[in-house]
């Protein structure tokens, strides 16, 4: 198995190996592997001071900012106080000056008293308490040996939890899930008691020993779960479910936040109480042995544990699972289930889980439920040109941030003027709207970042839009700006030529402006009509600014033309005029939507349309293209440019997966979902324009409805864009008849 070990960030310590209760759905007690018969009750001194040490060399060998120490069992408060604080000073000790130590415990509560919560306050050690919800529930399993009801002692402890100098150490509850229980009446037994995270456990099982299922359905626990999710949903989510947080994560594009969920791989060890170093507990549920590995704390590492094969095939990601798991659309957020619920004898691990109907049910269930939470620019073009604008606005704010002060006198009054713009006009938002000051706040955090340019030069170039603010919103303030080169560049509106270099001052007068300055005065009267040194922004169909002046327009692919004659600038405007007339006619609801969208082009001296790493609106056409190739271009760059924004804003897929995808347009070479996302997006919206690229886009989209790697947004797109595909073949029938 290849790839680097991943270091144990997770430790589940056995601090006691015996119980008081006679849980008759214990994995460790009533299942294959009996070996706690043969483990000391309590962990000795010396296993628990080798442990610490190890556990010390392993954090400082791989930096780990920190580590988790589950105190478990069995019982783990039956190896009483003296021994669990002998416990908790040898792994203070020994961690406290490598890494920092989150320490749980893990307790039924029957023992749970003030004499354990004032060890626990004292070293910081959270408290999970494991109830299976009402009394009715509870008592089906988690009895005494004698049959009598555990449920009342356990009320107690929570109680003795939540009192104001203990609530701090609350961890919440761990419940196993029974389907012959009421999930509404557990849910709201255990919400009742006003735990700070709920965690639903399924009752450990393998194929060899499968879940009981009192109905016969094979979706037994994903329904029984699905209701609690719905009345969870309903209340507004009061706490954290872990269960559902890790599928609603991994549905969104985020991380599994649990082990029986998800692809992450393990960074879970168990030390038992003689010191052995086992693999997960759960896996004692497969077959005696299961979870062994034959090492110790005495004699080997944690490294040596992470090297182990059995270790080793849980930090596999998609290449641990099965095959039928690897095809699953939901993979990635059920990531083939617990290992141990995969055990066959026949075949070991190589199965989906026992519970695999189940899981997709569930997380198909969930991502249903959600659908409404996918990002709204998905699905509104107005939502995605606001939160395009949102993001410009929070890079002009982390702008500031960075700053920090050092951008002197020039930056606060530029700061303090660009607010007093806002306040009366809308001309910061209309310069915060233009793609090319998302590009100049980029190039701005880089430059800043990798000391290429100082606080001083970044706040002379900020008074340049605060200007052009003022000039749109004919507000009447003085905004000093430098300037160099003989040119004064005022964003969205044009160029000035100037004589010399230095500070001037620029104010709103009419229709234009006026700029004052050593060498005396000059006035623009009109800002659309090009005068003596003054270049204003073209126009084009549409009011779309057709911009060759903006100095921070080469971020294309190719680079940008000059500032074109008059001329020149003629003629490629009249092409647009014609470009948009053709997609008007061929695919209007796309040419009204782009019409609508894209707000500055830019000529390039290539031959293929741009977006670049500008703000959305911008996009680079080909300078010499005739009107028919322009029309294209303007499909497929607007295509391009939405995509990218979407990307932006809301995660249409994960990034975390190993997943390759034959593209129909490249069988030969699979790529990543980004790739086909991007191939089937361009290629329906051109599908209506020219031939060749319907079928294409066909089957990518049947490819990406089967792909693990879509968030619930990144399906909302495809379903749109398979709707969008068929409206385009209905719309070219009904030109084909008549």
């Known amino acids: 198995m290849t790839g680097p070990l991943v270091p144990f960030r997770e430790i589940v310590l056995k601090v006691h190996s015996r119980c008081d209760l006679a849980c008759d759905h214990c994995y460790i007690y009533e299942h294959a592997d009996q070996s706690w018969r043969t483990r000391p009750k309590a962990i000795s001194d010396q296993a628990i001071s080798w442990t610490a040490l190890r556990l010390a060399e392993h ?6 900012p920190s580590v988790s120490v589950i105190l478990h069992g069995g019982e783990p408060l039956l190896a009483g106080p003296a021994r669990l604080r002998r416990v908790c000073e040898e792994l203070t000790t020994a961690l406290a000056p490598v890494t920092d130590l989150d320490l749980r415990i893990h307790t ?66 761990l419940c196993t899930i029974d389907v012959a229980n009421d999930p509404v009446a557990v849910y709201d037994a255990l919400i009742a008691l006003a735990p700070p995270r709920i965690d639903f456990l399924l009752p450990h099982a393998t194929w060899e020993e499968p879940p009981p299922r009192p109905d016969g359905s094979p979706t037994a626990y994903a329904e029984w779960i699905l209701t609690v999710f719905d009345r969870w949903n309903d209340q507004g989510r009061p706490v954290p479910v872990r269960l559902f947080e890790s599928v609603l994560s991994t549905l969104n594009g985020g991380p599994s936040l649990t082990e029986s969920l998800g692809l992450a791989p393990t960074d879970l060890v168990v030390v038992e109480t003689d010191g052995t170093l086992e693999q997960v507990d759960s896996l004692k549920s497969a077959y005696e042995g299961a979870a062994a590995t034959g090492f110790d704390v005495y004699r080997h590492t944690f490294d040596d544990v992470a090297a182990h094969p059995g270790v080793r095939v849980r930090q596999l990601g998609l290449a641990g699972v099965s095959e039928t798991c690897r095809r699953c659309p939901v993979v990635r957020s059920c990531g083939g289930g617990l290992y141990t619920h995969r055990y066959r004898a026949a075949n070991g691990f190589d199965n989906p889980s026992v519970y695999c109907a189940d899981l997709e049910a569930l997380v198909r269930g969930i991502e249903d439920r959600t659908a409404a939470t996918a990002a709204p620019a998905v699905t509104d073009p107005g939502a995605l040109v606001a939160e395009q604008y949102d993001l410009t606005r929070v890079l002009l704010a982390e702008l500031h941030s960075e700053l920090d002060g050092r951008g002197g006198e020039r930056w606060a009054e530029a700061w303090e003027l660009a607010g007093a713009v806002e306040q009366c006009s809308d001309g910061l938002d209309e310069v915060l709207a233009h793609p090319y000051t998302r590009t100049w706040l980029l190039d701005c955090l880089d430059a800043l970042r990798e000391g290429r340019a100082g606080a001083t030069d970044l706040a002379g170039e900020f008074a340049r839009y605060v200007a052009a603010a003022a000039v749109r919103g004919r507000v009447d303030v003085p905004v000093r700006v430098a300037h160099r080169g003989g040119a004064l560049h005022l964003p969205t509106l044009g160029t000035l030529g100037l004589d010399g270099a230095g500070p001037v001052e620029v104010r709103a007068a009419g229709d234009g402006f006026v700029v004052r300055g050593g060498d005396g005065e000059l006035r623009v009267e009109r800002l659309q009509e090009e005068s003596a040194g003054w270049r204003p922004v073209r126009r084009g169909a549409h009011g779309v600014a057709l911009d060759d002046l903006d100095p921070c327009r080469d971020g294309f692919d190719a680079p940008a033309a000059g500032r074109l004659t008059p001329g020149e600038a003629a003629g490629w405007s009249g092409r647009l005029e014609r470009a948009w007339a053709l997609l008007r006619a061929a695919v209007p609801d796309q040419a009204a939507e782009a019409a609508a969208s894209l707000t500055t082009l830019t000529p390039l001296t290539g031959t293929e349309p741009s977006v670049g790493r500008h703000g959305y609106g911008a996009l680079g056409l080909p300078l010499h293209a005739e009107a028919g190739a322009l029309a294209r271009d303007l499909l497929r760059g607007f295509r391009r440019a939405k995509l990218r924004a979407l990307l932006d804003v809301a995660d249409l897929y994960a990034l975390d997966g190993a997943w390759s995808h034959p593209a129909p347009w490249q069988e030969d070479t699979p790529v990543p979902v980004s790739a086909l996302l991007a191939g089937a997006y361009e290629k329906a919206g051109l599908s209506a324009y020219e031939e060749g690229h319907a079928e294409h886009a066909e089957r990518a989209l049947d490819l990406l409805e089967n792909a693990a790697e879509l968030t619930v947004s990144g399906k909302l797109l495809v379903a749109g864009v398979r709707k969008e595909l068929c409206r385009s073949r209905e719309r070219s029938v009904m030109l084909s008849q008549g």
């Open 108 to 173: 039924n509560g029957l023992q749970l008293s003030p004499r354990y919560l004032d060890l626990f306050d004292e070293y910081g050690v959270k408290v999970g308490i494991s109830l299976d919800g009402d009394r009715t529930a509870n008592d089906r399993h988690r009895r005494f040996a004698d049959g009598r009801s555990s449920h009342p002692l356990v009320l107690k402890a929570i109680d003795l939890l939540h009192q104001e100098r203990y609530r701090h150490l609350d961890l919440g509850l």
């Open 59 to 64: 954090a400082k060998k791989h930096a780990l």
